[in-house]
């Protein structure tokens, strides 16, 4: 008897608490979107209401807050007229279960959040995903809440730091908290904070430092004040360092860029001596290839996709090679030795091709999605951010070069071309034939420039006119370097990338280039073969 | 003899061309001929993806107009010619419109450019040039039909909305710009502005870049140094054009920029420029005009769905999905034309001009635009659009009711 109804009332029990807390969700949920939704109401209050709910226990809760932040921030929640909440897609969603809801009125337009309620919103997402149960995704969560320390919630950080097991992300938030803890009254908690925040030199730590000795209660303050400007003059040691890294960074990816695109003029124009105005066409040719290529593998290899770049290169490189060839054929060969009129064809030829590219493809920008290892980069040191495409650019470039090289000073096409070029009769003589090895050169030359191209499609934008803009850089660096010599290829773009990178923080984009385009005026008066020039007996 | 009469009857001929064609002017309103308006956009060069659009509206639109019966009984007829994006070649297309082709108004132009070089030819022949762009202002020609906002009324209401609560309260600007004319005279306004505002000139930091400059890591760079200083928060007001634009937001997200921390307003980002971006971590840069594609009224609906008809009737390459304000603004321009034309019971510039002042309607943004009498600019709404995951715009922001024009800001000089 006794034991029956306690079983009764045990049974009881728990089917109303299930009941209840069930139902009390989804009432809940729809409180808080009306909440968020009201016309009136405060919508960063209805977001703490959300983030609440995401950092509760209730796993469920916590995947709905998730849910629903994110749909706010991809603009996709739509407050119907009629009362209702839902999420954009296909289908659409009824915000408060989640479950397929009829289609919005077409007059129910989703709430666009403001940039202040965007910085909310992504704290709001950082801040529930402290509570998820994957590592990686807490890890990232910390590092934009470090990032964004002035909007956080105290209580929230403080509970994440106490459940928090791994120990790097916990001194992360740790960190996040100190910035945050320098707005304290307590001059120990504030001595403590600027030791914690000068502890991890960054940008963010330099405007929280900054920010924070711009306060009159610190400058009255002498200990304080003296903490926290050797703090400073610490932070900005470090900066500097890392500025100057960066400098030389960008110079390097500029020399890159130069390096790659000047490469195949080296030969065409250096050791063949062919004024070749169509170069900057091959390395668009080189890019729409790579397009293509891109295009192809997207339709036909979804899994490989991003090792398109990858089977860009020797396709890139064969098409602009064949076309070089071809305009070799058909062209060029009946110009050699004149050059003016080699540079009236070629630009002919320059224009011919721009305008045939325009007719296929249109002349609007085409789109690359940049693979995935390509994106973002990397924090090396405070100040100093390295972005993989150019380093990709550098990698490459340095690698082309190497090629370049080996093949020129190793192979027997090589030695024939440097022959052909040093003295063309005395070879022909010897039983060469040059017209071969011109040919074989001058796609050599047109396949370097496409090579560039696949590159540029990572960096630059590509559509028909893209190669204008290089022609003239590319023979910048040739001149300058000394015809002929791919050694001195190097150093020029070097030198033109490190001297252009280096006056731009101060003077200007402009006035780099302008600063270049004298210096190397000056050098050619002195030195008109170039650098690097090679002796050669014509 | 037989020579003889030949040439008198060519002569007399010629005399009576010559007659019939003088008084035709004076005729118009009775003959059955096209009205031709001049259509001066570029089909080829750097301008050719922008303005081909537009040419392509301006003919959609003249179709729609002589749909409806034309304008005084007679048919309207679109001249089109090609400018190549080459600045004098836009001065002697448009003579040649006026004087050969006797076109009753010109309809063109996108760069600030190509219009200075048109104006003293439209003021010479006393025509009218319809303009579709916003631009940097500080010009006002009784030959010229402003149809889109001077800065005052786009730029700097944009300005107002990221310096107020809900924009973030941005205290410290950096302006990046391409190196002309458009992107010097905005921030010249801007740096007056700021001026009445008591932003101290070390808030502030004004860079250009040279046409078609693509790289910009030191641009960046500097710009994340510049936010990272104290003073408040910083936002970059972008005046770059062209293929700067991608180069810029690209190596932005590649170096870690979002619009949560430093946010981009970019005053000539179309919905075009993003065609080949990922836009996802660009949500929320900012852009300003007088009409975005996502407004949600029904003439807008109707402006989508007769462009996008129109689109693939003709088989054109134009993405049939995509309209931008330049657009908008070259079909409002036509209709109040024809609105104008016929108020004024003629295609003369002198009565066209009376009758366009206070012409006024509907436009795809839901506002109801109105001529200036004085100034010949177009009153207009104004927008706010902030770039979404599908490489669009959203709308952040839009002014209650359409804004008073100010051809000459009242900025400029004070810095």
Request: net charge positive; proline share 4%; aromatic share 8%.
């Amino acid at each position: 008897m006794m034991t029956g109804r306690w079983l009764f009332l045990t049974v009881l029990c728990w089917l109303l608490t299930g009941m209840s807390t069930s139902a009390w969700a989804a009432t809940n949920h729809s409180a808080l979107l009306a909440a968020f939704c009201a016309t009136d109401g405060n919508k960063a209050t209805a977001l703490e209401q959300f983030v609440e709910a995401g950092v509760s226990d209730e796993t469920q809760d916590q995947a709905w807050a998730r849910l629903i932040v994110d749909a706010i921030r991809n603009s996709a929640l739509v407050c119907n007229s009629s009362g209702l909440v839902t999420i954009q897609g296909t289908p659409p969603l009824d915000a408060a279960t989640l479950k397929t809801a009829a289609n919005s009125n077409p007059g129910d337009s989703p709430y666009v959040p403001s940039i202040v309620m965007m910085r909310k919103l992504m704290v709001a997402s950082a801040e529930i995903d402290l509570f998820s149960g994957q590592r990686d995704t807490r890890a990232d969560a910390a590092r934009q809440v470090d990032k964004s320390f002035a909007l956080l919630d105290p209580a929230i950080i403080t509970k994440a730091i106490k459940r928090e097991r791994d120990p790097d992300i916990a001194s992360v938030l740790t960190l996040a908290m100190a910035k945050r803890g320098l707005g304290s009254n307590n001059r120990a908690d504030r001595l403590a904070a600027i030791k914690a925040v000068a502890e991890v030199p960054s940008e963010t730590a330099r405007t929280a430092l900054a920010n924070f000795v711009a306060q009159d209660s610190v400058r009255s303050d002498p200990e304080v004040l003296a903490a926290v400007q050797s703090a400073i003059a610490k932070i900005d040691t470090s900066l500097s360092f890392g500025r100057a890294f960066s400098i030389l960074f960008s110079g390097l990816s500029y020399a890159g860029v130069l390096l790659l695109t000047a490469l195949g003029l080296s030969i065409v124009f250096g050791l063949m001596g062919v004024i070749n105005l169509a170069h900057g066409e091959f390395i668009m040719i080189g890019a729409y290839s790579t397009y293509l290529v891109e295009r192809f593998m997207q339709a036909h290899m979804p899994g490989l996709f991003d090792a398109y770049i990858f089977v860009a290169i020797p396709v890139a490189f064969v098409i602009s090679a064949v076309c070089g060839m071809l305009l070799e054929f058909f062209v060029i060969r009946f110009l050699y030795r004149r050059p003016l009129e080699t540079l009236l064809a070629t630009w002919a030829v320059s224009i011919a091709l721009i305008k045939l590219v325009q007719v296929l493809f249109g002349s609007q920008n085409v789109e690359f999605v940049t693979p995935g290892f390509l994106n973002g980069g990397m924090q090396v040191s405070p100040g100093f951010f390295v972005t993989y495409n150019r380093v990709f650019a550098i990698v490459l470039a340095l690698l082309i070069f190497l090629a370049t090289f080996a093949v020129v000073r190793l192979t027997k096409l090589g030695l024939l071309m440097r022959a052909t070029t040093q003295l063309r009769d005395m070879a022909r003589c010897l039983g060469v034939a040059a017209e071969r090895v011109d040919r074989l050169a001058f796609g050599l030359g047109a396949g370097l420039a496409g090579l560039a191209g696949v590159v540029l499609t990572q960096i630059a934008s590509v559509n028909p006119s893209m190669g204008t803009g290089f022609v003239v850089d590319s023979f910048m660096v040739v001149v300058l370097g000394g015809a002929g010599s791919l050694l001195g290829t190097v150093v020029s773009s070097l030198a033109l990338g490190e001297i252009n990178q280096f006056i731009e923080p101060f003077y200007g984009a402009v006035a780099a280039k302008v600063a270049v385009l004298l210096l190397i005026v000056l050098i050619i008066q002195k030195r008109p073969q170039g650098l690097f020039a090679l002796k050669t007996r014509v | 003899m037989k020579r003889r009469t030949f040439l008198s009857a060519v002569g007399s001929g010629l005399v009576t061309a010559a007659g019939t064609a003088l008084p035709k002017p004076a005729l118009a309103a009775g003959s059955t001929e096209p009205i031709k308006l001049g259509l001066l956009f570029s089909q080829s060069g750097t301008m050719a993806n922008n303005e081909s659009l537009l040419k392509d509206t301006a003919l959609m639109t003249i179709d729609q107009v002589n749909a409806k019966g034309g304008v005084l009984g007679r048919q309207v007829q679109g001249v089109v010619v090609d400018p190549a994006s080459d600045w004098p070649m836009y001065a002697q297309l448009s003579k040649q419109l006026i004087q050969r082709d006797k076109c009753a108004a010109l309809f063109g132009c996108w760069t600030s450019v190509s219009r200075k070089s048109v104006l003293p030819v439209v003021e010479a022949n006393d025509s009218l040039l319809f303009y579709p762009l916003h631009f940097e202002g500080e010009e006002q020609s009784k030959n010229v039909v402003y149809l889109n906002s001077p800065p005052s009324s786009s730029v700097l209401p944009a300005i107002d909305y990221l310096m107020g609560d809900q924009g973030g309260n941005a205290k410290r600007f950096y302006m990046i710009g391409s190196d002309y004319v458009w992107p010097r005279t905005i921030n010249k306004m801007l740096k007056g502005y700021f001026k009445t505002k008591n932003i101290p000139d070390s808030a502030l930091r004004e860079r250009y870049v040279p046409f078609g400059q693509s790289n910009f890591q030191t641009i960046v760079r500097e710009i994340k140094d510049f936010a990272a200083q104290p003073g408040g928060q910083a936002i970059v007001v972008m005046t770059v054009v062209g293929d700067s634009i991608p180069a810029m937001f690209k190596e932005a997200v590649n170096q870690g920029i979002r619009a949560t921390d430093i946010p981009i307003l970019g005053l000539d980002v179309v919905d075009s420029d993003l065609e080949g971006l990922d836009t996802k971590p660009l949500v929320g840069h900012l852009s300003c005009w007088c009409y975005f594609q996502n407004v949600d009224t029904p003439q807008n609906t109707q402006f989508k769905s007769d462009w996008k008809n129109y689109v693939t009737a003709h088989g054109l390459k134009h993405r049939p999905d995509m309209v931008i304000d330049p657009m908008v603004s070259t079909n409002l321009g036509i209709n109040l034309w024809a609105q104008a034309v016929t108020k004024a019971k003629s295609t003369g510039t002198d009565a066209v001009r009376k009758a366009l002042a206070g012409q006024s309607m509907v436009d795809p943004a839901g506002y109801t635009v109105k001529m200036d009498p004085s100034s010949q600019y177009l009153w207009r709404g104004d927008m706010i659009g902030s770039i979404n995951a599908k490489q669009g715009f959203d709308i952040l922001w839009k002014s209650k009711d359409i804004v008073k024009p100010v051809p000459y800001s009242p900025f400029i000089g004070k810095a």
